[in-house]
């Protein structure tokens, strides 16, 4: 989505209310999401000399990868954001964007990668307890283990008694 902030009169206040598509942006197939499925915006815009207020509000949804079983799982988000924007480098505007057009999706898709959880577990999925070649353990479980087992680049350390 791009901002053109010639369309603008300085000091008056604009509102957007609009459904943005990200079918296309493409997300690493290891990522914990997918894609975004559905992104409604509201925008509330005041543009003045240097800094540009836009007060954005999102709702929608986006696919995630399960943190257990790997499957798609639908995950709500909700977004309320100030952000302001300013073409001189030295305000103390949140972004700087030299151009009187930018694009707001790569903060949209921030934003929305932001409010999303970061370990996504489906309903009902259950953490696998290991297989051949591998074991899971509880965080509990693994700090218990490393204190037992220690590192053995320091084994020889052990020895030597020092006061």
């Not at 009169?9 to 999401?33: P, Q």
């Not at 297989?131 to 020889?156: C, T």
């Amino acid at each position: 989505m791009k901002i053109d902030l010639r369309n603008y009169e300085i000091g008056k206040h604009y509102s957007l209310d609009l459904d943005l598509d990200f079918t296309n942006h493409k997300f690493s197939n290891n990522y914990r999401i997918r894609r975004i499925n559905t992104c409604h915006v509201i925008l509330d815009i005041v543009v003045f000399e240097y800094i540009t207020n836009i007060n954005l509000k999102m709702r929608g949804e986006v696919v995630g990868a399960c943190s257990y079983t790997n499957e798609d799982v639908l995950v709500p988000y909700k977004v309320n954001e100030n952000m302001s924007f300013s073409s001189d480098p030295d305000s103390t505007a949140d972004y700087y964007e030299p151009n009187d057009v930018f694009d707001l999706d790569p903060y949209i898709i921030a934003l929305i990668d932001s409010s999303v959880p970061l370990n996504i577990v489906k309903k009902g999925a259950k953490l696998p307890k290991g297989n051949e070649g591998y074991q899971v353990f509880s965080e509990e479980e693994y700090l218990k283990q490393k204190k037992q087992k220690g590192d053995s680049r320091w084994a020889a350390l052990d020895d030597l008694d020092i006061d």
